[in-house]
């Protein structure tokens, strides 16, 4: 497989990655408090939801560089990229992603696309409700994937 220098690279990279997308965990925790009775807040958690997903998207974009398993059909990049990312690749890498742990986050992806085209729409609590809750189970479940990931990854040298 890959040599020791870039796999310990790529390790790096996702380990600044994850610190990455704790922050917007974190900034998401403290954006819930109030929703209901605030729009700006309720904006706000909407514009760090989307965040939350685009740095899951910046991890996926540092595993299928390193691998260059790169996505072709532009128009369908962002489910392609994630889709990608719970793939076993025979003799390229692990996936990264379990099954489950795909289908929260492309509840994410969705919400990222419906956000940054939703240019007159009111964002409701109702809406963004179901969204946190599968945020909340998406924290609880990708470093665990992500740990057997690099955990394949350094059995394989």
């Known amino acids: 497989m890959e040599n020791k220098i870039e796999i310990n690279i790529l390790k790096s990279e996702i380990a600044a990655q994850l610190k990455t997308i704790e922050v917007i965990f974190t ?10 009775k ?7 958690l909407a514009y760090k939801i989307h965040n939350l997903y685009c740095a899951f998207e910046d991890l996926f974009q540092i595993v299928a560089r390193h691998f260059e398993n790169q996505v072709d059909d532009i128009s369908k990049y962002h489910k392609e990229l994630l889709k990608r990312m719970s793939l076993n690749i025979e003799g390229v890498r692990p996936a990264l992603i379990s099954e489950d742990t795909f289908k929260l986050l492309d509840e994410l992806r969705a919400f990222r ?20 809750d599968c945020i909340d189970q998406v924290r609880h479940v990708y470093k665990t994937d992500i740990h057997r990931f690099i955990k394949e990854i350094d059995n394989s040298l």
Not at 27 to 36: S, T
Not at 38 to 44: F, G, H, P, T, W
């Open 38 to 44: 605030s729009k700006i807040r309720l904006e706000s």
């Open 27 to 36: 900034d998401i925790d403290a954006r819930r408090k109030g929703i209901k």
């Open 113 to 132: 696309h419906f956000f940054r085209h939703a240019y007159n729409y009111e964002i409701r609590y109702q809406k963004i409700k179901p969204i946190l």
